[in-house]
């Protein structure tokens, strides 16, 4: 029996080859772009899963409120680690990490060069996330302030074959000692990193470690096992509320502390600023899943019509079966079956199709997507399965309309209606179409955006803009350096300071005078030099710039953007010229007044310093003394 059906099925395929492939091809289409943004998406999912003991493990961070803006930091105070590790017995452990966003010279003999992606962690790191290691012993490898712990990948580069635990290494002049050699990182780690260095290399000051203040670190608690993390949560918290906030929070902002499981770090913290995690974007994601389902019930759908259109070419055959004896239930496993056959065909093409566009796939994405159901027996079972189920659930619909026909009336040639399923035929071309109409339309939004992403006045030129860190001996040297670099006929402009429009930048606070006291605002501040404005291509709208003529601007003079004008009451930007600024200084010149009493002698254009997901917030331009400098970045 099932050798006739597949005959029959051959046979009708061969006869009506343009509408076989058509429907092959149309549900291959589908089930191709179906199958690769579901690789995409279970990419996605599969971030932090490989870690051990990952369920209890949590990332703690803040939700920060002012006056007029509630955001989430992923950087925390470094007490917060010590004080849960003390105080509550459900906690395991915890680890802090401060991320490094400079390139520091690395040497090794005579091989050097400007490296990124080093952090400094907790000697508990390991302990927290187990990571292999090829060489050195994870329980002594960040014992040390001169311990450094390298990436596979980054030993090779340095040291080639030879065993680098015990060897020496510099970065930035200090001498450092090589502890361990990680293996190849987990392909869906959330952190990215090339070399791994102990806090106490930094050697912070005892109380600065214990500052409640200073949200800098990131830091993780794993539980016990079985341990409530929603209860300790809000044990924490109340800690906070009652105890820290009221010492802490005097400038008007006010911060909560969260705990994130480890596994919702990557999808989950899109709007986390100041964060260094490797992130995707969990709503992305559910989109891209709806659209795939989207394509693949299109396709289906199309299936389903076209097999439906074609019922009347089949249906003195289905006449014919009937009157030798089939039965309806014979009629739907053949028409079942012959759908199953053209779905596992389609399934076939449309893998051999996603094995030549996963690599595409990789190079647009920056991901390592493996796809081969041959050396992986669970994906091809799974791709079988699922290939008779689009097949079933494609033609189960026109399998019972074909069944239905009355032998007698299809063979005196009689008009068949359909009865009373002739409304779902239509129905189905009006889903489908509706379906069709909504990827469209959400392609052209998608397409506008990105246009928008490409063609969107970022407020600043970044073409041809390079930037560095310079070490203590350049530091010393500075101005020279910067000579040095204008004798360069490619060089256009040269400026140093801290803060740079995609790169790091300070998250402080200033304060204005009013009648009935200070007011606090929060600000994003940059410190820079006399041609900061100009290297950077900053608009000023109002006001001017900073100038070499006037030595009291370095205490006395501040530049704000168009929304500080706003956040601090000022009616335009005109107006915002001559107002008042104080601002509690990072390394006061003078320790007798270590607050710096200036006024707003510009006003800029709003510029994207941070992604174009997030609002421009209120920004503070000003020039820094040697010591408040602290990070320089050089641009021309």
């Known amino acids: 029996m099932f050798r006739n059906y597949f005959k029959t099925a051959l046979r009708n395929f061969l006869r009506y080859k343009g509408f076989a492939a058509i429907n092959i091809l149309s549900l291959t289409i589908g089930i191709i772009g179906c199958l690769v943004i579901g690789l995409f998406v279970w990419d996605e999912q599969q971030f932090d899963k490989t870690i051990p003991d990952g369920e209890n493990i949590y990332r703690i961070y803040e939700e920060r409120k002012d006056a007029t803006n509630t955001t989430f930091n ?50 508990s790191f390991f302990s927290m996330f187990s990571l292999k290691f090829k060489s050195g012993n994870p329980a002594t490898a960040l014992n040390t302030a001169e311990s450094i712990v390298l990436t596979e990948e980054m030993a ?87 105890e820290i906030s009221p010492k802490e929070n005097t400038d008007g902002t006010s911060w909560l502390p969260f705990f994130q499981p480890l596994h919702d770090v990557h999808l989950k913290s899109a709007d986390f600023v100041y964060d260094n995690a490797i992130r995707g974007n969990e709503t992305y994601v559910n989109a891209l899943t709806i659209i795939a389902l989207f394509v693949l019930l299109i396709a289906c759908f199309n299936f389903i019509n076209l097999a439906t259109a074609r019922a009347l070419r089949r249906a003195k055959e289905i006449g014919v079966r009937k ?32 094995l030549f566009l996963i690599p595409m796939l990789n190079e647009f994405t920056g991901k390592s997507i493996s ?28 399998a019972l309309v074909l069944s239905g026909f009355q032998p007698i009336k ?86 140093s300071g801290y803060g740079m429009p995609g790169d790091a930048f300070a998250g402080e606070s200033v304060k204005l005078p009013a009648k009935d006291g200070e007011k606090t605002v929060s600000v994003s501040q940059f410190i820079g030099d006399h041609d900061y404005l100009k290297t950077l291509g ?7 710039d900073f100038s ?48 710096k009493r200036g006024k707003v002698i510009g006003v800029v254009k709003d510029f994207h310093y941070k992604s174009l997901h997030e609002k421009v917030t209120a920004s503070v331009i000003q020039l820094g003394n040697k010591k408040q400098r602290g990070q320089h970045r050089q641009q021309h």
């Not at 906690?91 to 990124?116: C, H, N, P, Q, W």
């Not at 990131?218 to 906070?240: H, M, S």
């Not at 041959?374 to 026109?398: E, Q």
């Open 538 to 544: 900053l608009r000023l709208i109002a006001g001017r």
């Open 156 to 242: 090779q580069r340095y040291f080639g074959a030879e065993n680098p635990v015990g060897k020496t290494f510099f970065i930035n002049k200090d001498t450092l000692e090589v502890k361990g050699v990680l293996a190849a990182l987990p392909s869906h780690f959330h952190l990215a990193f090339r070399y791994l260095m102990p806090i106490a290399a930094v050697d912070f000051p005892k109380e600065r470690m214990q500052n409640w203040g200073w949200h800098q670190f990131y830091t993780y608690v794993k539980l016990k096992p079985g341990a409530n993390a929603t209860a300790l949560q809000d044990k924490f918290r109340a800690y906070i509320s009652k």
């Open 74 to 123: 992923a950087p925390v105070p470094p007490a917060y680690a010590d004080f849960l590790q003390r105080t509550y017995p459900e906690v395991e452990s915890t680890t802090r990490i401060m991320m490094l966003g400079d390139k520091f010279l690395v040497e090794r003999g005579e091989k050097r060069a400007y490296e990124e992606k080093g952090i400094f962690v907790d000697s």
């Open 323 to 354: 009157v030798v004896g089939a039965d309806r239930k014979q009629l739907v496993f053949q028409f079942i079956g012959e759908t199953v056959l053209l779905s596992l065909l389609s399934m076939l093409l449309a893998m051999l199709a996603t």
């Open 410 to 495: 299809v063979l005196k040639s009689m008009k068949m209606t359909g009865s009373n399923r002739s409304w779902l035929r239509p129905a189905l071309v009006v889903v489908q179409f509706s379906l069709s109409v909504l990827l469209i339309v959400c392609t052209l939004i998608v397409y506008r955006q990105t246009k928008y992403l490409n063609s969107k006045d970022l407020g600043f030129s970044k073409e041809q803009v390079l930037y560095f860190n310079v070490n203590s001996e350049v530091l010393q040297k500075l101005d020279a350096f910067k000579d040095e670099l204008r004798q360069s006929p490619n060089v256009l402009s040269v400026t």
């Open 548 to 595: 070499r003529n006037r030595s009291t601007d370095v205490r006395e003079a501040f530049i704000i953007n168009e929304t500080a004008v706003k956040a601090f009451g000022f009616a335009t930007p005109q107006a915002a010229l001559g107002q008042e600024i104080h601002w509690d200084e990072w390394a006061p010149i003078d320790s007798t007044q270590p607050v």
């Open 371 to 398: 796809f081969n159901p041959i050396t992986n027996p669970i994906l091809g079972l799974t791709m079988l399965v699922v290939g008779v189920l689009i097949g079933m659930l494609a033609g189960i619909y026109p």
